[in-house]
């Protein structure tokens, strides 16, 4: 499961980070060893590599990244913003998507948008309509969609990810 | 010797506050007193003790960091705020310096740095790594979020995530009224008027880590 660029680099740099930290203390605590120190330098220095590297990578990847694969809820979010004109609706409607950085392909993203914003058109009289977005990895990867307006009307939809990923 | 420095570390990651804390101590003046995996955690102890210096990353479970920052450096006894983040791009730094941090250092930095830095924001000088000047000298200062406060900042973020008003106001301990007013300025100080046009802006200027 991605969870984006700036997800993954955040996991990676934090490890990093953590990784040079104990370099440097084992480069202090094994003074006369010179052997030692010389493998904690080449660690420190291994992992100040790394990170650049991850630098770089991270700012020329993302934004082909972002365009292939739009983050849902904001997208979603946008594509319900129109409840107002909904007769019956008094309240935005509630979105859960799980992970809330998950990105999809705009297919599978214009997907989800249909059905949320059909489902809205139908929620007239119910008080708000809530959509939720997540991932059920058994078997095989699925999205699990679902809406419900709290008044009796119940959606639910499962897309088979496959190639797609999430 | 004068009295040891005391040192708090605020960080979700276990492993980074760990290292940390060990390379830390083997300062001969300074100890570190408490560490934190998340704002609240780190709010609270604070409204009860006292540290020269507090070591803060900014993408914290909760609140974040910047809201962290706010309301520990709003206490009258108030530690001096060293950041400590992943993030170099210059509208969170800039944020995170309104919002009143005494130095900011990426996780880039060579670890010498930071214990460097430590010292340095105790004595009152204000350091910054390399990587964030440089980002800081070629920034667009007319970027439309410049003009935000850190709270509209960081509500701008959760906006542009897709995050509700009734979302944000349970994740910043706010009424639902308040975000809403938020909401309005951000929207008047933009020009940004929804959620896409926010969510665009902000993903186009690197502003979502995923911590939103």
Redesign the interface.
Known sequence: MS??L??L??EI?????????????LL??SGGQADLQAAARDV?TQG?AI??RL?VLQRQL?AES?DARP?V??????AL?NWQDVPGVTA?P??H?EP??LRLSRTMLETLCQLSCQALALSAGGPTLRVSVLIDFQDSPHLCWSADNGAGLQLSARLPLGAEGA | MGAKLRVVLADDHAVVRTGYRRLLELEDDMEVVADFGDSDSACAWFAANSADVLVLDLSMPGRGGLETLARVKARETSPKVLVFSMHDNPAIVDQALKAGADGYLTKSSEPDLLIDAVRRVARGERPLSEDVAAARAGADGAAVHAGLSPREFEIFRLLAAGRTVEQIAARLFLSAKTVANYQTMIRQKTGLSSVLEMYRHADAHGLLDGSE
């Open positions: 969870i984006g700036a997800g680099y955040e740099g934090q490890a990093l980070t953590a990784l040079r930290a104990n370099a440097a203390f202090r605590k420190e100040a990170d650049r630098r993302p972002a983050a809820l904001p997208m979603l979010h946008a913003e935005p509630v979105l998507v809330p950085t």
